[in-house]
């Protein structure tokens, strides 16, 4: 099952071979998402030759392949993780059954949905990210950009596999539309808020693929614990996937923190603006806008959406196999902070309707301790600044918070008082464009953009001068 067909046109382990029905209908979507990915993904460096990495299996350890491709060539194929012998359903009301190798007609409509949202946020982000490369800081930096493309590509082509295989004309349909809404446009946007903003400098990309991906950590882990295991396989190979992506983001926010302390350190009155750096200041803002974007993806609460999915087995925590003992959770509260005249009191609500909360506990401590790797940075090269990950109430415009005001320390808080504080917790307009009169390529090989401090390391082994990126074609 490891073995990866690639004698195919869609390379696959799904032996796509023996479904002709299947394999026309995805040979017919494959020519679409070419055109897709030439208009609204990568612009620059569309046909150069990239250091990239190709699963070649999908078993733990040695999956992937390195070398140059041109991206349109870049072979994205339909990867799940091996069956599980005798796998049964990790969580809910079905808990401990065979899980389901087809879709039951009961959960069909809601199933697709989760699908659905989930595959339109791969797509959007490399809209979000097309224009990048044009100010790349390096081409390692341009390099781990493209990576990060192709594989949000293939979870594409990972979720409409789905979709083609298990919902027949809706499901085809579904696909078809997965193209046509675009990241940020006014008409046909992206489903979840956060793939509508923009992504046009690195200091965002970093904290999109710090924050927002990691979003997709811990949906992809709840739905690696799906009763519906061609979701729970295709998901648990998405996330092998995934760690890169998280490293772009953690060490490239890393790289620009450590810059601006140096910088600080070398700037006459001490601001590394005064050198052309980022100050650490700004990085915060950036942070505090990015985290709290990216929690709201977490949905309500409280939310009976999250109840049913927990109930059907759709959905199930993080590690719910394996770090929970008690699979129903019924008859079990959680304590849910809401606003109420004016002062936050504690609500006992029922466990199953505070699934969303729990996941964005689980996704926050996980911050938590990215947060703590930054400051060990900070330390080490010598700054007091510390960066501090604001409150899950601050900056919400999802969920019972939205329509309040609280501090990064998580404090309730007036209309006013937020007016007069915000731009010192937010990025202002002037922060933006500092931030974006700072982004020229730099496309010497080894060299780096002045605002960033060079990888400890480069990719698979190759010095950090490596041509990542061949700019003569
Ligand atoms: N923006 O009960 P509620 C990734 C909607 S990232 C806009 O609170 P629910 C990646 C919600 O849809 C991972 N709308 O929420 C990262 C609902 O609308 P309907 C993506 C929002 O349903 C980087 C209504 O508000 N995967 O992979 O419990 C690069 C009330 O909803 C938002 C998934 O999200 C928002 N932020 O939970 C590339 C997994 N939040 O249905 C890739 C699949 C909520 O009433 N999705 N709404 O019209 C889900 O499981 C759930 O849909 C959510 C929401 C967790 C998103
Ligand atoms: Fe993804
Ligand atoms: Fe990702």
């Known amino acids: 099952m490891a073995h990866i067909d690639y004698d195919e046109r869609i390379p696959n382990n799904v032996d796509l071979a023996h479904d002709r029905r299947l394999k026309k209908a995805l040979e017919k979507w494959q020519p679409a998402y070419l ?3 030439k208009g609204v993904g990568p612009q620059v460096f569309k046909g150069n030759d990239i250091y990239l990495r190709t699963a070649i299996s999908t ?18 194929g339909i990867f799940l993780a091996d069956r599980e012998e005798d796998r049964t359903i990790p969580a809910g009301d079905h808990a401990g059954q065979p899980v389901w190798q087809e879709v039951p007609g009961e959960y069909r409509n809601v199933l697709k949905r989760i699908i659905v949202v989930q595959a339109d946020t791969e797509p959007a982000s490399v809209e979000q990210q097309r224009w990048l490369a044009a100010t790349a800081p390096s081409l390692y930096d341009a ?7 192709v594989e949000e590509g293939r979870h594409l082509w990972a979720m409409v596999y789905l979709l083609h295989a298990y919902f027949g004309r809706d499901g085809r349909a579904e696909a078809d539309e997965l193209l046509a809404r675009r990241a940020g446009d006014d008409d046909k946007p992206r489903i979840l808020d956060a793939f509508n903003q923009p992504c046009q400098d690195w200091l965002t990309f970093h904290c ?18 799906s009763a519906f295991d061609p979701l729970s ?4 190979f998405m996330l092998t996937e995934e760690a890169h992506h998280l490293f ?3 060490s490239g926010l890393e790289r620009i923190m450590r810059r601006a302390a140096q910088l600080e350190r070398e700037a ?21 806008y990015w985290f709290t974007y990216s929690i709201d993806l977490f949905g309500s609460e409280v939310s009976t959406n999250a109840a049913d999915y927990f109930a059907s087995g759709l959905k199930g925590r993080w590690r719910e196999a394996k770090d929970h003992d008690e699979h129903s959770a019924l008859h079990q509260q959680k304590t849910i902070e809401y606003v109420e005249d004016g002062r936050v009191v504690g609500r006992e609500v029922p466990l199953r309707n505070a699934m969303n909360e729990i996941l964005r506990e689980d996704y926050a401590s996980d911050c938590d301790r990215v947060v703590k790797r930054w400051n060990k940075a900070l330390e080490e090269e010598g700054s007091d600044f510390r960066m501090v990950l604001p409150s899950t109430k601050f900056h919400r415009r999802q969920g019972i918070y939205a329509d309040h005001h609280f501090n990064p320390a998580g404090e309730l808080i007036s209309a006013d008082e937020w007016e007069s504080k915000r731009d010192s917790w937010l990025p202002t307009e002037s922060d933006r464009q500092y931030v974006h009169s700072l982004m020229k390529p730099v496309y010497e090989p080894g060299k780096f953009a002045n605002y960033i401090a060079a990888p400890r390391r480069g990719i698979h082994g190759q010095p950090v001068e490596f041509e990542y990126v061949r700019t003569d074609g």
């Open 35 to 37: 055109d897709w990915w």
């Open 59 to 76: 078993e733990a350890g040695g999956w992937a392949n390195f070398g140059y491709v041109k991206m349109p060539d870049y072979r994205w």
């Open 143 to 149: 390099r781990n950009l493209f990576q990060v493309n």
């Open 208 to 225: 999109f693929t710090c924050f927002t991906d990691r979003d997709g950590k811990y949906q992809l882990g709840a739905l690696a614990e």
């Open 233 to 236: 396989r295709t998901c648990r």
């Open 248 to 250: 772009v983001g953690e």
């Open 268 to 288: 006459p009155n001490g601001d590394p603006r005064e050198l052309g750096g980022i100050d650490l200041q700004t990085i915060q803002k950036y942070v505090n």
